[in-house]
């Protein structure tokens, strides 16, 4: 079974599976394929079977806690859990940092979700995987070959590989979005303050997302409107009322208007991939076919907002780190180390240059939308890199991720088809600040008329042919 959360909820409830057949299920792929892919950093399987149980008994007896009950989700281990210890995948943070829930995982738990234990990341969200360093490393389940995707990676890949059918990520520069992308599912950045990020470890304090990543749009929406809403804990929280997300899922984009900026002016031949252009125009077509109209447009300061997020959060995470930076060096992994420190490198005039930067941004983007509704590019124009190729360096001209940060606007990422190889693509899908009922509904129509989302990686298939013949 290989359901998307919205698809169990409805079985749930319709008596056709049970919370503890989905739990179980998760665990079993996570028993046979999580040493290969690299999912878990901790799991919490004992107790997600009594929670599952918990979730039956109250099914039974006509109890419905939210539209999550019974269902088996993830956490990045950078968001705290009454569970157990926090490490950010580091071995510099102190494992008594952060006690409980995090608001957001309480928020979960309140409707109803089954905690399965602490997914993946890079060192503090940041860098890439160091094999010098005793975590597991992040492997892509459509190529065990190729990356799963940072700093999300085990959010990214245990959806994609259904050892949870939905989790947290977080999003300073990309990080829902990259994996999302690399690993076909779906996944948003809200705009900034629409989700509390308290009981999280921080990296940018300006530029810090967490937000939901799953199958499907539908199940993004779902979750996000359980994540969303004011928390006086954190004091970026937005008091902005909170949509609701699925009613404006209705499949139609009569009457919207969308600019498309592809970006590839900005991308060289290493930096895009020849069979994007196809998936763009296929993209495109499709949301013609809903109803929308696409028109061109050019995003202002693409560079100098993607260098604003990239340097920016740097100075904000040297902030944080310096201490352990100056007395533990060569504990941090070699990314992490080097990524946090450059902010040292940066003067302060520059830092405030770029904030002046970021609101010229919103400003100019403001203006973009009094033309168009939403706004689609690329989320990478590159798939994922192969594991003996996870240099930053090369990857960063194909991210089209960070701008977003600079400016807080909600973007979705959406599976947009296959390159040459197999391995998947994605478009990102953006609004106004405040707007992501446009952005789901958008993200939902395409994904009614499409399938691509609803593709399996060959590790998946295998299991399920596997099961269906045994």
């Not at 957001?104 to 503090?124: N, S």
């Not at 300006?206 to 994540?227: F, K, W």
Request: overall charge negative.
């Amino acid at each position: 079974m290989y359901l998307s959360i919205t698809e169990a909820a409805a079985a749930l409830r319709a008596g056709e599976t049970t919370a503890s057949a989905l739990v179980d299920g998760c665990i079993d792929l996570a028993d046979r394929y999580d040493g290969d892919v690299g999912v878990f950093l901790t799991r919490y399987t004992e107790s997600a079977k009594e929670a599952a149980a918990h979730a039956d008994e109250k099914f039974a007896k006509g109890i419905d806690e939210g539209p999550l009950q019974g269902i088996p989700l993830g956490i990045k281990d950078i968001i705290t859990t009454a569970e157990g210890e926090t490490t950010a995948q580091s071995l510099v943070l102190d494992r008594s940092w952060g006690q409980g829930d995090a608001p957001v995982v309480a928020r979960l738990r309140a409707a109803g979700g089954v905690i399965m234990g602490k997914l993946t990341t890079m060192e503090y969200a940041i860098g890439m995987p160091d094999e010098t360093k005793p975590f597991p490393y992040p492997h892509n389940p459509w190529s065990l070959d190729h990356y799963a995707g940072g700093s999300s990676s085990g959010t990214g890949s245990g959806v994609a590989s259904g050892m949870v059918l939905g989790g947290l990520g977080t999003d300073t520069g990309g990080s829902i979005r990259w994996p999302s992308a690399v690993c076909g599912i779906s996944g948003i950045k809200a705009t900034f303050g629409r989700v509390p990020k308290s009981g999280c470890v921080p990296l940018g304090y300006s530029y810090d997302n967490i937000g939901p990543m799953a199958r499907t749009v539908e199940d993004c929406a779902l979750m996000l409107g359980v994540l969303a809403g004011h928390d006086a804990s954190d004091p970026c929280s937005s008091t902005e009322p909170v949509a609701d997300y699925l009613s404006g899922l209705t499949g139609s984009l009569d009457g919207v208007r969308i600019g498309l900026d592809t970006l590839e002016r900005f991308c060289d031949d290493e930096s895009w991939d020849p069979s994007l252009t196809a998936l763009i125009a296929d993209f495109v077509a499709t949301l013609e076919a809903a109803g929308a109209v696409v028109v061109p447009v050019e995003l202002p300061y693409y560079r100098e907002l993607t260098s604003a997020t990239f340097q920016g959060f740097s100075c904000e995470a040297y902030a944080y780190h310096r201490p352990d930076l100056q007395s533990r060096w060569d504990d941090f992994s070699a990314g992490a180390r080097m990524a946090v420190a450059a902010g040292a490198l940066i003067p302060a005039g520059d830092y405030v240059q770029m904030q002046r930067v970021r609101r010229a941004g919103q400003r100019l983007v403001a203006e973009l939308f009094t033309d168009v509704d939403l706004l689609l590019t690329p989320t990478t124009s590159r798939p994922a890199p192969r594991v003996e190729q996870t240099d930053l360096g090369p990857i960063m001209p194909t991210l089209h991720t960070p701008y977003w940060n600079a400016v807080g606007n909600p973007a979705l990422a959406v599976p947009a088809g296959f390159n040459a190889e197999g391995l998947p693509m994605s478009m990102q899908i953006v609004g106004p600040p405040f707007g992501e009922a446009e952005v789901l509904a958008a993200g939902y129509a395409y994904q009614q008329r499409t399938d691509f989302h609803r593709q399996l990686p060959p590790i998946v298939a295998a299991h399920l042919e596997g099961a269906t013949t045994a």
